[in-house]
């Protein structure tokens, strides 16, 4: 079967009609005709029902249509995707990011510009009380979050730079005074309970619900965006690992920011959604995939002091 003759076969499939099909497609109503009797004779049996006024699938028809139509959709935007990645990838990748992450990515949203004339990025800001709910709504293409990615409909993309951590603590508590602190100082103490909409692996991989050595790191007060972390913090009603970045961009009334010298890496990733898409056929459009084409590229980048 010729992609054509497919067209003319799926067409009337859904229209059930000869004339319809043949205005659809700008083609005569006899080329239709001609083309669904060779596809009938190849195949030895009557795709469509003509012995009444209306037209209906056959079950060999019905089956012939539900078999083709994935694979020439895909055919179809994997044909749409290379005319555009031939023309030059072009368009705004809107990217989530949390708070002052905008910065932290700077060089390679300057490298993608450089690479890409025809491309920008468009920052949408989410809380990490809800973290996957802007990509896996389409609001964004791509979104900026620490591994593990909180969702199994979301695909980690290539990570783009890592940093270490650091404890919020109030500045009356026992911790202030001290140049560092280790993971065993959460021993007992209470960190904030992020919410429902948070995966508690994701949220876990932050702040962990026991220490190295096992002892309990109590969940308490609830808080679902940064400053409210920061208020509960300096208020005494709990403690936070936070990502090392904050030190550079906050500074709150009431809070010590101490770094965590054996806290794990936060490892920031580019995370798009999981679209079923046959082998070898991408859902990712051109100017989104050069993106993460870039970052492959350029590599992580440690993020140190500003």
């Known amino acids: 079967m010729e992609l054509r003759d497919i067209e003319i076969f799926l067409t009337l499939a859904d229209e059930l009609h000869f004339g319809r099909t043949a ?19 190849r195949l030895g049996g009557a795709l469509f029902d003509r012995s009444t006024r209306a037209v209906a699938l056959t079950v060999l028809g019905k089956q012939l249509r539900d078999d083709l139509l994935p694979a020439y959709e895909a055919i179809r935007t994997a044909l749409a995707h ?24 700077e060089w390679l949203v300057r490298a993608y510009r450089d690479q890409h004339p025809g491309c920008d990025v468009e920052f949408v800001e989410f809380h990490f009380s809800d973290p996957a709910a802007l990509v896996l709504s389409r609001e964004v293409d ?18 783009v730079f890592r940093e270490g951590r650091v404890l919020a603590v109030a500045d009356g508590s026992d911790l202030a005074a001290r140049t560092h602190v280790t993971m065993e100082d ?18 876990a991989a932050m702040c962990p619900e026991r220490t190295p050595l096992g002892h309990p790191v109590h969940r308490g007060p609830r808080a679902e965006t ?34 965590i010298t054996d806290a794990p890496p936060t ?22 995939s050069a993106l993460l084409a870039t970052a492959r590229e350029l590599g992580p980048r440690t993020a140190g002091p500003h």
């Open 267 to 288: 490892e920031w990733v580019l995370a798009l959604p999981r679209t079923p898409t046959p082998p070898h056929v991408s859902a990712t459009p051109p100017h989104v």
């Open 142 to 159: 791509l979104q900026l979050l620490w591994l593990p990615v909180p969702q199994p409909h979301l695909e980690p993309g290539p990570v």
């Open 186 to 203: 959460l021993a007992g103490r209470t960190v904030i309970d992020p919410g429902t909409r948070v995966p508690k692996t994701w949220f």
């Open 82 to 105: 290379a005319t555009e990645t031939a023309r030059g990838a072009a368009g705004v990748v809107r990217l989530g990011v949390m708070g002052a992450l905008p910065s932290e990515i």
């Open 226 to 259: 940064f400053h409210e972390i920061l208020a509960l913090v300096a208020s005494g009603r709990a403690v936070c690992p936070l990502n090392a970045h904050v030190v550079r961009y906050y500074r709150y009334p009431g809070v010590t920011l101490l770094p």
């Open 23 to 41: 205005q659809r497609l700008h083609l005569s109503q006899a080329r239709v005709s001609q083309s669904v009797a060779q596809q009938e004779r």
